[in-house]
């Protein structure tokens, strides 16, 4: 592949992005020792990649993760703050409620979007991946919607995007829940659209780019933007209902206390409060 790196740390690259010959951009998130946990610096530059995408000539995004996850959602010790006393991030304290600058990147872009999960999709990485037009999933794959077990909402995809998939009930019993669903249950419920060999993913994910890539690119931003009008749910307004959720839900004990037995790995006891 050819193309821009959108993003380096001084010890490593935790998100690539690069665009081949055949205008396919591939977003890989590269924290795998840290099974692709996403920090501020990392939710910055895949907002910064989805939106440079256009000037690029990108006709398609494939988002995937270094092995052996996809992305297991937020540091917990960075972005929920470790569970300490008071510990909101500035991102939520400091501004007023709206939707967040990554997911108003990844739902208003007229570029399709294939998530290629390839492991864990869970948290913010299952938000990742509902925000994508196509998921195909690895038999490794699996997901969930741990938020209620920090004691947090969803984003807006989890609330708007999982129950366009699966319906409201199925939804509501996964985020009210926080189960773990394997690649094969995720098929049976209508999330991902195919399930394949775990070595044949990125190939499989890459091919149906490259058959997108090939249409005619306006007609294909008009289709996608035809399905947001169709489909979405003012994404702004369900942005700032989320953000001031977690703005509450950042003061509570129960979020400290799960964010601090997820840290301790123990069974976490939630009191209301």
């Known amino acids: 592949?050819?193309?821009?790196?959108?993003?380096?740390?001084?010890?490593?690259?935790?998100?690539?992005?690069?665009?081949?010959?055949?205008?396919?951009?591939?977003?890989?998130?590269?924290?795998?020792?840290?099974?692709?946990?996403?920090?501020?610096?990392?939710?910055?530059?895949?907002?910064?990649?989805?939106?440079s995408a256009p000037m690029l000539g990108v006709r398609c995004i494939v988002i995937t993760g270094a092995d052996p996850a996809f992305c297991s959602?937020?540091?917990?010790?960075?972005?929920?703050g470790g569970g300490e006393q008071g510990k909101a991030p500035a991102s939520v304290t400091?501004?007023?409620?709206?939707?967040?600058?990554?997911?108003?990147?990844?739902?208003?872009?007229?570029?399709?979007?294939i998530a290629a999960v390839n492991g864990a999709?869970?948290?913010?990485?299952?938000?990742l991946a509902l925000m994508a037009d196509v998921r195909i999933a690895s038999e490794r794959a699996k997901f969930a919607e741990l938020f209620v077990l920090r004691g947090l909402v969803s984003d807006v995809a989890g609330l708007a995007r999982l129950a366009q998939l699966v319906g409201r009930e199925k939804a509501a019993e996964l985020l009210f829940t926080g189960d773990v669903i394997d690649a094969a249950e995720a098929q049976h419920i209508g999330l991902v659209s195919?399930?394949?060999?775990?070595?044949?993913?990125?190939?499989?994910?890459?091919?149906?780019?490259?058959?997108?890539?090939?249409n005619p690119p306006l007609a294909v931003q008009r289709l996608k933007a035809g399905l947001r009008e169709a489909l979405d749910p003012d994404w702004s307004n369900l942005g700032s209902w989320v953000s001031a959720s977690l703005g509450e839900l950042f003061q509570t004990d129960d979020h400290r206390e799960g964010a601090r037995a997820f840290l301790e790995k123990r069974a976490p006891n939630f009191r209301g409060s």
Do not use: C, K
């Open 121 to 127: 999709a869970v948290g913010w990485g299952m938000e």
């Open 194 to 214: 195919r399930v394949v060999p775990h070595e044949q993913l990125l190939a499989t994910a890459m091919q149906l780019a490259g058959r997108i890539a090939a």
């Open 94 to 113: 400091a501004r007023e409620p709206r939707l967040t600058p990554a997911a108003d990147a990844l739902l208003h872009t007229d570029v399709p979007v």
């Open 73 to 80: 959602g937020d540091d917990v010790r960075q972005v929920m």
């Open 1 to 51: 592949m050819t193309g821009a790196s959108a993003a380096a740390s001084s010890a490593s690259e935790v998100l690539r992005f690069e665009v081949n010959a055949d205008h396919v951009g591939v977003i890989t998130l590269n924290r795998p020792e840290a099974r692709n946990a996403l920090t501020w610096h990392m939710y910055a530059e895949l907002e910064r990649a989805v939106r």
